[in-house]
């Protein structure tokens, strides 16, 4: 049987969430409310229309830059790193 | 690496208009793909719990949804992929009006044109004169044999003519009578080879019910991290469990404040407030007019209680018009307003908060449907327009139908009978179906549709925007979230000579970011319209164009090889 709960490391810190999750809720539910500072302003952002219209909850998973946290479940064993930008090459949201 | 899956109808969204659309066509004997972002079915408003709801329980009884649509999920005739987007489409290389004719009957041929020819000409004159006009020049997009045959009265003979074109069209034009053409990719952009499912699907008709995204307006501090939509608080409650904040408001304007607030109440947050920018005054006026509809006002009444026991105030005529805090959402300042929406002077209060939930109702998306060619329905008053749509639900594009909040925001109950309809028009457009069958298949939804539009029409009338938001920015406020764009640059955009909302967006980027113009269009539209002194529809919205949905250049590149030589 599978187990319920799911680890996961955000910024090398190793945190938990129930399995079927999303990052975003694995992370809110955690105490994080964001993981991404914007290119210009570097302001704090994370979850605000929670549906995969707004983009403002863009995150780093493991080898993917930039995607959404409100729509992908978190995995066993992945790494999710705060965006601190998306870099130069980093207009390409995913 | 590229893999294609054909069906009889696409339908891109599995909310209740999707899911209806797809039984109604899978029933009739379509083979049905039902294409849809969430991983399970039930759109926005029927969220399973990502999990089971096992561990929290929190929201798990709340999915609500009606068993008739539950079939759904077993149909054998639905093949539904779910974490799936489309992020282009095209029209089929041929004729308007011919979808119908796959040479299963002629009959079943000359229905569909019949029914096709007569949307096409509806739809230019409906769509009130430049939209229309633009949306057939799109579909048609070079392709000047479809102009042409748009004036034709011999529909046989351009059905006929269509039928030699694509055989001899070759690659161009795929099997059979499946001419459009859906790209696919997973919620994180990637294509087949990453998401291991297909990457093209083609079809001899399309549903569109991609619903609609929630507006808030723009405050200062309204983009500090805990602050969310409605719907986002909405979501994850019921589908993780979880919620953003343990001492929040709800505010802004519409149906969905109440039961947002009664959920979050329910799992244990302290809601400070719920804040209708509107006055109860005229609210309470007409209210009379929901009065009929008993399930919906017994709806309401149980919101209410939940809130009233747990001493929740409900305050009309307020909004919150600032959020403070350093890294998050601290302190919310509320103001009282006038009717138009104005901040009373000295009225402003603070409260401490760790979540505010705004919403101020919902756009109709329309991306897939601008990509498409259908012409656009402006709805008056609103900076938004909606799918413009026949009786039928069919679009300005034959082969094109739409359901549900996509032709204009209605709830969940029109949805899913627009849904039931599109989906049989779709299979009669597809050839499953005659025209006979389908006006007796679809007699008895229509009736529930009349009474159902009637509700949700007198339900709008209760939350008009008002222009008095307009003050709440100060200049320094971003606008356009992604872009990062002020406030001010908006209105020195205008007074620079910047008269509409795409010249607004060229001079100041606002809506040129990940998003698209989503979340700031609406509000973009409105302000651009007061700084211009022009109505919303001389300024026009952005008109986004494709891609759809954001994915990697390589993506791109890719559909150059498998379907675009």
């Known amino acids: 049987m599978r187990k319920e709960r799911v680890s996961f490391t955000f910024d090398g810190v190793t945190m938990d969430a129930q399995r079927g999750q999303t990052v975003a809720a694995a992370l809110l539910a955690g105490g994080v409310v964001s993981w991404r500072t914007t290119r210009s302003g570097g302001r704090p952002r994370g979850l605000f229309c929670g549906i995969g219209v707004c983009f403002d909850c863009l995150v780093d998973v493991n080898d993917d830059r930039g995607v959404r946290a409100c729509l992908i479940p978190v995995h066993d064993g992945d790494r999710v790193h705060t965006s601190v930008s998306l870099g130069p090459d980093g207009l390409t949201a995913q | ?565």
């Open chain 2, 1 to 565: 690496m590229s893999t294609a899956i054909t069906a009889d109808v696409a339908v891109v969204g599995a909310g209740p208009a999707g899911m209806a659309a797809a039984l109604a066509a899978a029933d009739l004997g379509c083979r049905v793909v039902l294409v849809d972002a969430g991983l399970a079915m039930g759109g926005q408003i029927y969220r399973a719990p990502a999990s089971g709801g096992a561990a929290s329980g929190l929201g798990a009884a709340s999915a609500g949804m009606p068993r008739r649509l539950r079939r759904a999920a077993t149909h054998p005739g639905i093949h539904h992929l779910p974490g799936t987007v489309v992020w282009h489409a095209t029209v089929p290389d041929r004729a308007p009006g011919t979808s119908g004719a796959s040479g299963t009957g002629g009959e079943a041929g000359a229905g569909g044109e019949a029914g096709a020819g007569g949307k096409a000409g509806a739809g230019g004159k409906a769509g009130a004169g430049g939209e229309a006009e633009a949306g057939r020049q799109t579909q048609a997009g070079g392709k000047t044999r479809a102009g042409e045959e748009t004036g034709a009265d011999g529909q046989t003979e351009a059905a006929g003519e269509a039928r030699t074109r694509e055989a001899q069209a070759g690659g161009e034009t795929p099997a059979g009578e499946a001419g459009f053409v859906l790209w696919l990719a997973d919620a994180a952009g990637r294509a087949a080879a990453a998401n291991a499912g297909p990457d093209l699907l083609r079809a001899c008709a399309v549903v569109i019910a991609t619903g609609a995204s929630e507006v808030t307006l723009p405050f200062p501090g309204w983009d500090l991290p805990g602050v969310t939509t409605a719907g986002a608080a909405q979501a994850l409650l019921k589908a993780q469990g979880v919620v953003a904040g343990h001492r929040v408001l709800v505010a802004g304007s519409g149906p969905l404040l109440l039961p947002t607030a009664a959920a979050l109440t329910t799992a244990g947050v302290r809601v400070r407030a719920v804040l209708e920018a509107n006055p109860a005054g005229p609210a309470a006026a007409r209210a009379a007019l929901l009065a009929p509809f008993t399930e919906k006002v017994a709806e309401a009444a149980g919101y209410a209680r939940v809130l009233a026991r747990h001493r929740v105030p409900v305050l009309p005529g307020r909004a919150v018009t600032a959020c403070h805090g350093d890294g998050r959402v601290r302190r919310a300042t509320i103001s009282r307003l006038t009717r138009d929406w104005r901040p009373v002077p000295g009225s402003q209060r603070e409260v401490a908060v760790d979540a505010v939930h705004a919403s101020f109702g919902f756009c109709p998306a329309l991306e897939l449907s601008r990509l498409l060619g259908c012409a656009d329905l402006p709805q008056p008053e609103r900076p938004a327009a909606a799918v413009w749509h026949d009786e039928d639900q069919g679009t300005s594009v034959p082969g094109v139908f739409a359901a549900g909040e996509t032709t204009g925001v209605a709830g969940a109950e029109v949805a899913e009978l627009e849904g039931y309809i599109a989906g049989a028009a779709a299979a009669r457009s597809a050839g499953r179906i005659t025209t006979g069958p389908f006006v007796k298949k679809t007699a008895r939804v229509r009736a529930g549709l009349v009474r159902a539009r009637r509700f949700a029409a007198a339900l709008d009338g209760l939350y008009p925007w008002q222009a008095g938001w307009l003050s709440w920015p100060e200049p320094e406020t971003v606008v356009c979230r992604c872009e990062e764009v002020r406030w001010a640059a908006i209105g020195a955009a205008v007074a620079d000579g910047a008269r509409d909302v795409r010249a607004v967006r060229g001079v100041t980027r606002c809506g040129m970011g990940y998003c698209q113009g989503r979340v700031c269009g609406p509000v973009l539209q409105q302000a651009v319209a007061v700084a211009a002194g022009r109505s919303l529809s001389a300024v026009g919205d952005l008109q986004t164009r494709p891609l759809l949905t954001p994915v990697p250049l390589g993506e791109v590149a890719e559909m150059i090889g498998p379907a675009g030589a």
